[in-house]
């Protein structure tokens, strides 16, 4: 059973940062790729970033790229998400996601690949 725990959300200006937080619970001898999804006001729930096992790849959605950047301490169970230059559009519910992976490279780009979800931190920018 894996369960994720997001931290972090808040209220920001434009042009503001904030970093989310994701601790996560999962098997010992598991891999997992990792990522951020968002849901706004009247939006469907939308890939924001995602991060390999290992660490050494990371995606990113077009309208977070060089905004946003994800990451992961394995030791401590904890994925990131540093938030830059925030923009109103940028509103939205946050959740950490996780997938079961066989290779320690893989990624997941689609809301509907993770298996597991958080309960969500909203993100409130202000303009």
């Known amino acids: 059973q894996v369960e994720l725990v997001e931290s972090g959300g808040g209220l920001v200006q434009a042009g503001g940062s904030l970093r989310l937080t994701c601790a996560a619970s999962?098997?010992?001898?598991?891999?997992?790729?990792m990522g951020w999804c968002r849901k706004g006001p009247g939006k469907d729930r939308e890939f924001v970033g995602g991060?390999?096992?290992?660490?050494?790849?990371?995606h990113y959605a077009d309208s977070v790229k060089g905004r946003f950047t994800i990451s992961r301490d394995n030791a401590k169970n904890m994925i990131y998400l540093q938030m830059d230059s925030l923009k109103p559009e940028d509103t939205a519910v946050y959740y950490c996601?996780?997938?079961?992976?066989?290779?320690?490279?893989?990624?997941?780009?689609?809301?509907?690949?993770?298996?597991?979800w958080g309960q969500g931190t909203q993100v409130t920018v202000s303009s």
């Open positions: 996601a996780a997938g079961a992976s066989y290779i320690s490279t893989s990624i997941y780009l689609e809301p509907n690949e993770y298996d597991y």
């Open positions: 999962t098997p010992t001898r598991s891999m997992y790729a």
């Open positions: 991060i390999s096992w290992s660490g050494g790849n990371t």
